[in-house]
């Protein structure tokens, strides 16, 4: 598979310039510098390429790249080009947010939404990957990360429709405020706690030896069942009528508690191995355990609560999806310990760094330096990941000889991974990897 670890490396390629564009968002205002660029556009164009280009691919190929040892059925060459495609369409659609947000561009007399027309392309492009995961697992017994993985494409494939309402409204000439919010939540909150939480969810279960017993299957199924309301929980409480308010409570509640469990059912298992999933899975519970407190305390709502938003999603996005791609990355290929010690740490302090940002944090010790560390913090993790990519091209510059676990990469070989045969049919393989 060694085509895929070099999306791999673009992936981080765009988490590169995606975190750059993030410590642009916190620079510009602390420096004065005028960069004519708006910053709720910049803030735009970091979010939707984390999303689109670092993320959603990075999903798709460490997903592929597993399915070989639970299926017994190689990667197909498709697989490439959706991975190539959903690079080229995440780029697309970057200046426009970074230049014009969800405004259309003014061309003379013509007016192009080109963000929504750029955002279009990545939804198709998630449509192939779904269809080849279909094609994949075909006829083959769901274990647990297959289960999970399931649950996760169907929550992509629901959080498009709250893209595609949103890019109707307008040619069908609804102009409705609450409409609007309401599917841009649809879409971000089906697409990140679906998805992406679901998908490294998934890669959890495939890179330890871990069936789902009772208690996690009831956990996957709350989150399910919690999942499709959650989207009036990041909504401002005044466009919010009160039962759906208390839907989505119920809905928090439901997903949070379903989280808990998987958390508290893995933590004892990946403890005595000290596996390199512990962070990740702290971060889920750490998140969960927030919105769980959220969905239980009456007038508290994480979108009202200056600062709260931010730190929610960052100890998600980061904490718990970025952190799991980085363990089930190095679980896959042998290969980035180094890096994922550094990334490990370093997202740590950017997630420490919001919180003096937020209602956390007394007013009284609040200063000009809570901005300067987010600032700093926020560009540590990007400068470790571009230097981990620039060591890698210089390698290949030089022409130096393939190292062992290049060697074992190439030849797709599961370096060190302990496989046990639980059935002797190859649409059975289930791979232990102790990561």
């Not at 691919?57 to 697989?79: E, K, N, Q, Y």
């Not at 998600?316 to 970025?322: A, D, E, Q, R």
Request: hydrophobic share 55%; charged share 10%.
């Amino acid at each position: 598979m060694p085509g895929l670890y070099k999306a791999w490396l673009g992936a981080l390629s765009c988490f590169v310039l995606a975190g750059l564009t993030g410590a642009l968002f916190r620079f510009i205002p602390l420096t004065g510098i005028d960069t004519g660029l708006s910053l709720v556009n910049v803030r735009h164009a970091h979010s939707h390429l984390m999303y689109f280009g670092w993320v959603t691919p990075a999903l798709m190929i460490l997903v592929g790249g597993h399915l070989p040892f639970l299926t017994g059925r190689d990667v197909h060459r498709s697989l490439y080009w959706i991975v190539a495609s959903g690079f080229v369409t995440a780029l697309l659609s970057y200046p426009p947010f970074l230049l014009f947000g969800y405004a259309p561009a003014v061309f003379g007399e013509t007016r192009l939404p080109l963000s929504v027309i750029a955002a279009g392309l990545n939804v198709v492009v998630w449509y192939a990957f779904v269809v080849y995961y279909i094609r994949q697992t075909k006829g083959i017994r769901r274990g647990s990360a297959l289960l999970v993985w399931d649950f996760a494409m169907i929550f992509l494939v629901l959080a498009t429709l709250g893209a595609w309402a949103l890019a109707l409204m307008k040619p069908l000439g609804i102009e409705n405020v609450v409409l609007s919010v309401a599917f841009t939540h649809v879409f971000l909150d089906l697409f990140s706690e679906g998805w992406f939480v679901l998908g490294v969810l998934g890669l959890v279960y495939a890179t330890v030896d871990q069936e789902l017993n009772r208690w996690t299957r009831i956990g996957l199924v709350l989150i399910c069942l919690g999942l499709p309301t959650l989207f009036a929980f990041g909504m401002a409480a005044s466009l919010v009528p009160a039962p759906l308010k208390l839907l989505a409570r119920a809905g928090g509640v439901l997903v949070s508690t379903g989280l808990l469990i998987q958390v508290g059912v893995l933590a004892g298992r990946l403890m005595r191995e000290r596996s390199a999933w512990l962070i990740p899975l702290g971060m889920l519970g750490v998140k969960a355990a927030g919105q769980l407190g959220a969905a239980l305390l009456p007038g508290v709502l994480l979108v009202n609560l200056p600062g709260m938003r931010i730190l929610y999603l960052h100890i998600m996005l980061l904490g718990f999806v970025t952190l799991g791609l980085f363990a089930a990355s190095v679980a896959l290929w042998r290969r980035g310990e180094g890096l994922r010690s550094f990334v490990y740490g370093t997202v740590l302090l950017l997630i420490i760094s919001l919180i003096p940002l937020s209602v956390l944090w007394p007013s009284a010790w609040k200063g000009p330096w809570v901005n300067v560390f987010a600032a700093w913090a926020a560009l540590l993790p990007t400068l470790f990941v571009a230097g981990f990519l620039i060591q890698n091209l210089l390698q290949r510059s030089r022409g130096l000889p393939r190292s062992p676990d290049t060697e074992l990469h190439m030849k797709s070989e599961p370096p060190d991974w302990q496989i046990k045969i639980k059935e002797t049919k190859p649409e059975r393989v289930s791979p232990i990897i102790r990561g």
